[in-house]
């Protein structure tokens, strides 16, 4: 229960990115929602991990939170010319480009599952974000780049963070993020207008998507098998698409779900073979939002 209400949180951020979106800010907002879930998530790191942290920690944390800035760069880039659906299908074909990446840069061989979930998530891709027509939209394919660097984020997660304590390593990575964020944002964009709806958005996602979720998926992955964790969060995508809906009266025609519904059996598929031997990582779920 509790991993599903962290896929619904995740899920109905896309709109809070959206409408911050559609006020054109992107870094400035990603600065302040980052920097303000460091401050959340930072209580819940002991004072001795944070002394002790080994100087290897560091180089880690500021590669993985370049990788957090600028997948979240291009994502948020994106929504301003796309859909929350559309986003939160689109960033969910990191799950099924991980094998892939580990193939090319680590030799890992994919499984044949893994070849599979890639073609169906293409065919969707295309369809959600064309609508059939061979005219991909400039936010679709922000967020499929963006969708890369989420892989490379996962991969340096499940392969490096994994040797050091979490918390500290989540504080890092988001005040790596938020800082990035910042610095691109001062020199690029205007200073934000204060409005309720932006400051709504940036407390949202800092308070809810980032510090509340980061927490109850490590309580929650202590208490669920981590191939049924991998199925409940992959719904995340389906809940952005209905809070698109919901909240923002946001429409697909009948081939864009068609093309949502393939990207969902990819995701889906792509977990299967991990969920038949029991393997699957928490570290290789979504982090970060």
Not at 197 to 223: E, R
Not at 257 to 280: H, P, R
Request: glycine share 8%; hydrophobic share 55%.
């Amino acid at each position: 229960m509790t991993l599903l209400v962290v896929s619904i949180i995740w899920g109905s951020a896309f709109v809070a990115q959206r409408v911050a979106g559609q006020q054109g800010s992107v870094y400035l907002f990603n600065a302040a929602r980052y920097l303000l879930a460091a401050l959340v998530v930072l209580p819940l790191v002991r004072r001795a991990n944070i002394a002790s942290m080994p100087k290897t920690q560091y180089k880690w944390m500021f590669i993985a939170g370049f990788f957090l800035f600028a997948g979240s760069a291009l994502q948020q880039a994106g929504m301003v010319y796309t859909t929350a659906g559309n986003a939160g299908f689109i960033t969910a074909l990191y799950v099924v480009l991980v094998p892939f990446v580990l193939f090319f840069f680590w030799r890992e061989k994919p499984h044949w599952m893994s070849i599979v979930a890639v073609v169906l998530a293409g065919v969707g891709a295309f369809l959600l974000s064309t609508g059939g027509r061979f005219e991909v939209q400039k936010g679709d394919a922000l967020e499929l780049i963006g969708a890369l660097f989420w892989t490379f984020h996962v991969i340096i997660l499940g392969k490096f963070a994994s040797k050091f304590e979490a918390m500290s390593f989540s504080v890092g990575q988001l005040f790596v993020c938020g800082m990035l964020n910042l610095g691109v944002g001062v020199f690029t964009e205007p200073m934000m207008s204060f409005n309720w709806p932006l400051a709504f958005a940036i407390a949202y996602t800092a308070f809810f998507s980032l510090g509340l979720c980061y927490t109850l998926q490590v309580w929650a992955q202590q208490h669920t098998p981590p191939a049924d964790a991998a199925l409940i969060l992959s719904l995340e995508s389906v809940f952005a698409v209905l809070s698109g809906w919901l909240l923002l009266d946001e429409r697909l025609v009948f081939i864009q779900i068609l093309g949502a519904v393939l990207i969902f059996i990819a995701v889906v598929l792509s977990q299967f073979k991990e969920w038949t031997s029991g393997k699957i990582d928490h570290d290789h779920l979504v982090e970060g939002r």
